[in-house]
């Protein structure tokens, strides 16, 4: 089946300084991703929902100058959290639309921010 | 608003059959119904989806009621590696953004 590979899958970084996260649909071209967040015990949260060579739509609350996406081809989009701080530890979850409609997750990438 | 109820929590044994109920009373005519699962500090995995027929899968069989208003996921013989937090969506089609609730936690016991 379809794959979608995130990395790093866990990474642990010191509060003030920006972390990178790919998402990649390592088998399909991915016209449109998704990027939820995850706190302990919570359900995913909707971020962002980026299209290939577009902005990305961000969900109500959430900043866009702090969590910046870039989808620059049909396989990779990145989330990039600037500035972490120690409240944006959380488990960072995308997922890839197919071109038939057919929606893949990646295995999530947990960010500790000390 | 949430578009879906779930029982917070479910325990099977091991071997028998896992029933998952999900009420979803507003669903409108064009949206489906799906489930997904998430086993601990993993992405979730589909499972399956349906609009009004029955389905069933390799993983699952998905009732649907007549009025659509809920559903039930089946799991024919339950595993321990089946314990997670399932998740009933609905939404137009799987490709777009999909709002998970809180989801129930099944946990299988050996």
């Known amino acids: 089946g379809a794959v979608v590979s995130q990395h790093p899958s866990w990474v642990i970084c010191k509060s003030g300084t920006s972390v990178k996260i790919e998402c990649r649909s390592l088998?399909?071209?991915?016209?449109?991703m998704f990027w939820y967040r995850q706190f302990p015990k919570q359900s995913l949260m909707l971020m962002a929902t980026?299209?290939?060579?577009?902005?990305?739509?961000?969900e109500q609350g959430v900043e866009k100058d702090k969590f910046l996406i870039n989808h620059a081809s049909l396989t990779l989009s990145t989330l990039t959290v600037t500035s972490a701080h120690p409240e944006d530890s959380s488990f960072y979850i995308c997922?890839?639309?197919?071109?038939?409609?057919?929606?893949?997750f990646g295995e999530g990438s947990r960010l500790t921010v000390l | 608003d949430a578009k879906t109820t779930q029982p917070t929590s479910m325990d099977c044994a091991e071997g028998r059959a896992a029933n998952l109920p999900c009420n979803h009373s507003?669903?409108?005519?064009?949206?489906?119904v799906y489930w997904y699962r998430q086993i601990h500090s993993q992405g979730p995995q589909y499972i399956i989806h349906?609009?009004?027929n029955n389905e069933t899968n390799e993983m699952a069989s998905l009732i649907i009621t007549e009025d659509r208003k809920s559903s039930t996921l089946i799991l024919p013989h339950a595993t321990l590696r089946d314990t997670a937090v399932y998740y009933c969506?609905?939404?137009?089609?799987?490709?777009?953004?999909?709002?998970f609730g809180e989801g129930t936690q099944l946990t299988v016991n050996p």
């Open positions: 969506i609905v939404e137009e089609t799987s490709g777009s953004r999909l709002t």
């Open positions: 088998d399909f071209q991915a016209t449109t």
């Open positions: 507003t669903i409108s005519g064009n949206e489906y």
């Open positions: 980026s299209n290939e060579g577009s902005k990305a739509t961000y």
């Open positions: 349906g609009l009004k």
């Open positions: 997922s890839a639309s197919t071109l038939t409609g057919e929606l893949f």
